[in-house]
């Protein structure tokens, strides 16, 4: 069965870290860029970070730079995105998604949602 499952998340104090990853069954990750979103309730999902097939490309939104890393291990199968300096408005429901080739991080362009990982960022 085709599908990518999140990890990782849970409660963690401003200015903590935590590590998602996305894992994926039932195909090979390899041809696939991956992005990570995010939804907070009442507001739109948004694109938090993409990463081509190979690794070569990056996305961050201008919300995570310097906070964030997006990163990949082909032969895991499995995508990470490591958070650091976590803020409060990062609390979210985090998914990740696949799409075939590299253009944007805009959640219209991806596939194949997980189910995702809740991220809460509170003292």
């Known amino acids: 069965q085709l599908q990518l499952v999140e990890s990782g998340g849970g409660l963690v104090q401003p200015g903590g870290s935590l590590r998602l990853s996305c894992a994926a069954s039932?195909?090979?990750?390899?041809?696939?860029?991956i992005g990570w979103f995010r939804q907070a309730p009442g507001k739109e999902r948004e694109g938090v970070s993409c990463i081509s097939s190979k690794g070569g490309r990056t996305y961050y939104a201008d919300s995570v730079k310097g906070r964030f890393t997006i990163s990949r291990d082909n032969a895991k199968n499995t995508v990470y995105l490591q958070m650091s300096s976590l803020k409060p408005e990062d609390t979210a429901v985090y998914h990740c998604?696949?799409?075939?080739?590299?253009?944007?991080?805009?959640?219209?362009?991806?596939?194949?949602w997980g189910q995702g990982t809740q991220v809460t960022v509170s003292s």
């Open positions: 039932g195909f090979t990750l390899d041809y696939y860029a």
């Open positions: 998604a696949r799409r075939w080739g590299w253009s944007t991080c805009a959640d219209y362009e991806y596939e194949s």
